[in-house]
């Protein structure tokens, strides 16, 4: 008995960090190791994070990652990305792994915006990246050369945006921020946002620890985006505090 619970022991400390995500790569209709190599290069460009089970597919009207788990207890991530397309791929991706990464979860939509902002400052963030690590290790030889496309979408999305300065957000955002609240998915508006945040997480990438913490208190009623930042200020580990400050400035007068 005692060797067949040590054998059960070798299976799980066995079982690589990979099999937390599952992909359906037939819904992609690509080869999963490529896929695999794509994702893991993704999860990898963040500081390390325990991640929940994930399930990976292919739904056209995506991307988007699913409230309701899956009958295995997997939170769903869609992508309407396709192999060989890596660009937009992981632009998707990254953007709701990010999504996962914050803690997402049903609340008041109101200051929705401000996760997506982040989510959307996440996918620039891993296209630059990896636009540089996959010169030196690229998870696939034949991806050495493509790093140049990932940079060249990247840019591309940022140069479609109106240009913004960290202390030109408050008043950007005060401009459109019934806009925001309606509609938080408004790519032109939070998009220009998360591009002049870029700057702050490239310099410091330990900073995305900080999302972790920021839905652990959902509201059901609009709150003050004050209160939404004090919310998440004291949900987080004292470390994390100051850089959500620091958010907070830039879209809140004194």
Not at 119 to 129: D, S, V, Y
Request: include cysteine.
């Amino acid at each position: 008995l005692l060797l067949f619970f040590a054998f059960l022991l070798a299976l799980v400390i066995a079982q690589p960090i990979e099999a937390q995500l599952r992909i359906d790569s037939q819904s992609f209709g690509g080869v999963e190791k490529e896929i695999r190599a794509v994702t893991d290069s993704v999860i990898a460009s963040f500081p390390a994070q325990d991640l929940p089970p994930l399930f990976l597919t292919y739904n056209e009207k995506g991307p988007i990652t699913l409230y309701e788990k899956n009958l295995r207890g997997e939170i769903v991530i869609q992508l309407s990305a396709r192999p060989p397309y890596w660009s937009q791929f992981i632009y998707q991706f990254a953007h709701e792994l990010m999504h996962v990464r914050a803690g997402y979860r049903r609340s008041d939509p109101t200051h929705l915006w401000l996760e997506e902002t982040l989510c959307e400052t996440a996918a620039l963030f891993t296209l630059r990246k990896l636009s540089i690590n996959w010169r030196e290790k690229p998870p696939l030889p034949s991806l050495r050369t493509y790093r140049h496309h990932l940079h060249h979408y990247a840019q591309k999305v940022i140069q479609s945006r109106e240009e913004l300065s960290l202390d030109q957000i408050l008043t950007f955002y005060q401009r459109h921020q019934k806009t925001l609240h309606r509609s938080p998915r408004e790519r032109p508006l939070n998009g220009a946002i998360a591009s002049t945040l870029l700057p702050l997480f490239q310099e410091a990438p330990s900073r995305w620890l900080a999302l972790s913490s920021m839905n652990d208190t959902p509201t059901k009623v609009p709150v003050p985006l004050e209160q939404r930042f004090r919310t998440w200020w004291l949900s987080a580990p004292e470390e994390h505090r100051p850089f959500i400050e620091k958010l907070r400035a830039l879209f809140l007068s004194k």
